[in-house]
């Protein structure tokens, strides 16, 4: 049975149509710009992350040393990561009203599982000779967790908060679907009257914003990477 001919020339439309529309400069200054919405896309997403870190890091890195809670960590982990994200957002929404805050508190409780699992896995992966050899030189738990497990481990720390960074910059534009701002207001806007060039913009800004997070984050891991290196070739293996 034969299929119509999908016309592409629509679809070329809206995609000049949507970079027309960024580089509107009506679009870009004042409280509904897109430099507006930029920061404020951005201040969810520090916000919800700085928050998620500051719980989970702590806790990684006490299992980590410790390895006590190991399985319950891992298997809450990975239950955790297949909550819907949509489904969170309105069930706190529900319990703290509509506003700022109920997004944020569900952008931070899906950015925990990814912290928690780099601050733990970065400890947990160092061998156990390393360990050994440090406490044999007469280190307390404290200097070798600040000394050697930390340093050691601060790839995958990085990692997982590149991974929960990418996550909350993709799922704040749901933020304007309990009445906030960011990038979201612009893709729901668009939705209710149909200007599918606008939620196209809104989703190349997303996209944009996530592609920069993404060079932070490698260079700050290749700056890590290379500080260790270093340290390597100056100090010699410790």
């Known amino acids: 049975m034969a299929t119509a001919a999908v016309d592409p020339e629509p679809i070329v439309n809206y995609f000049v149509e949507a970079f027309a529309w960024i580089a509107d400069p009506a679009h870009q200054v004042g409280p509904d710009g897109i430099w507006s919405r930029l920061a404020q896309h951005l201040a969810y997403t520090s916000i919800a992350t700085g928050a998620a870190a ?3 890091i702590p806790l990684g890195y006490w299992i980590g040393h410790t390895g006590h809670g190991k399985g319950l960590i891992v298997g809450a982990t990975g239950a ?5 994200t949509l489904g969170v957002l309105t069930l706190i929404a529900l319990l703290a009203g509509v506003g700022v805050g109920a997004p944020l508190a569900a952008l931070a409780v899906l950015a925990l599982p990814s912290v928690l699992a780099g601050a733990y896995s970065g400890l947990d992966a160092i061998p156990a000779p390393t360990i050994d050899a440090a406490r044999a030189q007469g280190m307390s738990e404290w200097q070798l967790l600040t000394q050697v497990e930390i340093p050691l481990g601060l790839p995958q720390l990085i990692g997982g908060l590149r991974s929960a960074t990418l996550q909350v910059v993709a799922t704040a534009t749901l933020v304007a ?12 806007l668009g939705l209710k009257t149909q200007d599918y060039p606008q939620m196209l913009a809104a989703s190349f ?3 944009g914003l996530a592609i920069a997070s993404e060079i932070c984050f490698s260079v700050l891991s290749w700056l890590v990477g ?13």
Do not use: K
């Not at 309990?178 to 729901?188: A, I």
């Not at 290379?226 to 410790?238: A, D, Q, S, Y």
């Open 54 to 56: 500051v719980i989970a």
């Open 80 to 84: 955790a990561r297949a909550l819907p």
């Open 177 to 188: 679907y309990v009445g906030g701002g960011g990038l979201g207001r612009y893709l729901f």
């Open 205 to 207: 800004l997303a996209v």
């Open 226 to 238: 290379r500080r260790r290196l270093l340290r390597v070739r100056v100090g010699g293996p410790r």
